[in-house]
């Protein structure tokens, strides 16, 4: 089985299936077109698969010309038909891993997801699960559904981990410019799973175990947010001393070792670095160990919108206004510069309690036209405002939550009546700096 396998993927005739079409995956079927496999998207959200099917990209890096071409071609066959699933030599998982609400891991779709391809599993298939999650996953969650097929890993099937590192924004690193961490079941499995990477991302680095490439995932995003955490409760020291920390910070970067810079902000963003540290911590805890410093870098990251509301709050007052009946213009709610990507967004936390708190919200993304509906946020079901000088000028406040490249921040900072800055973005403005307060 592994032969023939290993034939298929060095001739690139393997057929490339890839189970989860969000912000990890549709690039990866960018990686394996483009390295010349023709490859099957799977997705429960048949609205995703009718715009892929008739040529249409909802991430915005993705070109929709790009979409349509290879759908035409049939380079990239998106389908909801789970049936479909044994038409593909390789499997690779890239499904969500949420947390509770409790802060524990949530497998349910990485478990659905098993069970599905458990159902439909044939010899000769390499099941790669690509979603972050804790060390032990593969072996003691995925392994054992699969195993319910009656085909034996290792002999019959083959099974790895290999984290995504996807990057949304950064245009130094697609999804095949990254270095791929691949970690096998068995030998046989790593093997397999090494080769087939290796035509589409430009190295890869083999560990020995599932569980190594596991936690290798979580530590560099725990490693992002202990650190985030870190300046984050420096700023807010550092406003109490008057001492403006981004300055603090660019200077300490001129040291040309031992410091790394990391900068604060309304709070985390994205589906990994908020979500990640809580997945080792409960798996300490599950082994009796506190995790203290995660634990800690958790707390303050997720107690910065309240922080900032606070800022606000006080600006607002030192003006003659209550934060009750203001109009607060957010000024980004992707989760990151330059994205078209909301999730987790501090956005959201920093408009429900705005929200709570009486004042009336508005805002403006070039990158998300509206809000989306959430599950875990109370916010208003808003549009983005067109940002004029009028609209500008008729907010009580201006709160820069995400300083995407294309704002003009001079331009802002002249026609606002007063602003939050939670990104340092208006460092360079000359005209209104009066009327600017950092947060």
């Known amino acids: 089985m592994s032969k023939h396998l290993a034939n298929l993927i060095a001739q690139k ?34 609205t995703k698969i009718n715009k892929l099917r008739s040529g249409e990209s909802y991430i915005g890096h993705i070109e929709s010309s790009w979409i349509a071409s290879c759908v035409e071609e049939e380079r990239f066959q998106p389908t909801s038909d789970m049936s479909e699933l044994p038409q593909s030599d390789v499997l690779l998982i890239c499904v969500p891993t949420p947390l509770t609400d409790s802060r524990d891991p949530d497998l349910q779709y990485i478990e659905s997801t098993a069970q599905q391809i458990a159902t439909e599993l044939r010899a000769g298939q390499l099941i790669v699960l690509e979603s972050t999650t804790y060390p032990g996953t593969t072996r003691e969650v995925v ?46 499995s790593l093997k397999l799973a090494a080769d087939l990477y290796s035509h589409a991302v430009v190295s890869t680095v083999q560990v020995s175990s599932c569980e190594v490439a596991e936690a290798c995932k979580i530590v560099e995003n725990t490693y992002r947010s202990v650190n985030i955490a870190m300046v984050n409760e420096l700023k807010m020291l550092f406003d109490r001393l008057d001492i403006d920390v981004w300055e603090v910070i660019d200077a300490a970067k001129t040291k040309p070792f031992g410091f790394q810079p990391f900068y604060p902000g309304p709070g985390l963003g994205g589906h990994c670095i908020p979500i990640d540290p809580f997945y080792l911590s409960w798996l300490a805890r599950k082994h009796g160990m506190p995790t203290r410093f995660i634990e800690l870098a958790g707390e303050i990251n997720t107690s910065m919108p309240k922080y900032v509301v606070d800022r606000v709050t006080d600006a607002l007052n030192d003006s003659g206004k209550a934060l009750r009946r203001s109009r607060i213009g957010i000024l980004g709610v992707a989760y990151k510069r330059d994205v078209d990507d909301p999730r987790e967004s501090p956005a959201f936390k920093l408009m429900e309690i705005l929200s709570q708190k009486g004042a009336i919200l508005s805002y403006n993304d070039p990158y998300i036209p509206q809000l989306p509906s959430m599950r875990h946020y109370q916010v208003p079901e808003l549009t983005s405002q067109n940002l004029t000088p009028e609209y500008i000028a008729s907010q009580d406040c201006i709160l820069i ?19 939050i800055d939670t990104r340092n973005a208006t460092k360079n403005a000359v005209v209104g700096r009066e009327r600017i307060r950092k947060a």
């Open 143 to 188: 392994l054992p559904i699969l195993a319910q097929s009656g085909l034996k890993v290792g002999q019959d099937f083959f099974l790895a981990y290999s984290p995504e590192r996807e990057d949304p924004g950064n245009p130094d690193y697609s999804a095949s410019g990254i270095p791929k961490v691949i970690g096998g079941i068995d030998p046989q």
């Open 401 to 419: 939550v995400t300083d995407h490249s294309s704002y003009d921040f001079s331009f802002i900072t002249q026609h606002a009546a007063l602003i």
């Open 13 to 46: 005739q393997a057929v490339v299936g890839i189970v989860g079409l969000g912000y990890v995956g549709l690039p990866l079927i960018r990686a394996f077109v483009k390295a010349g496999f023709r490859t099957m998207g799977f997705d429960v959200d048949q």
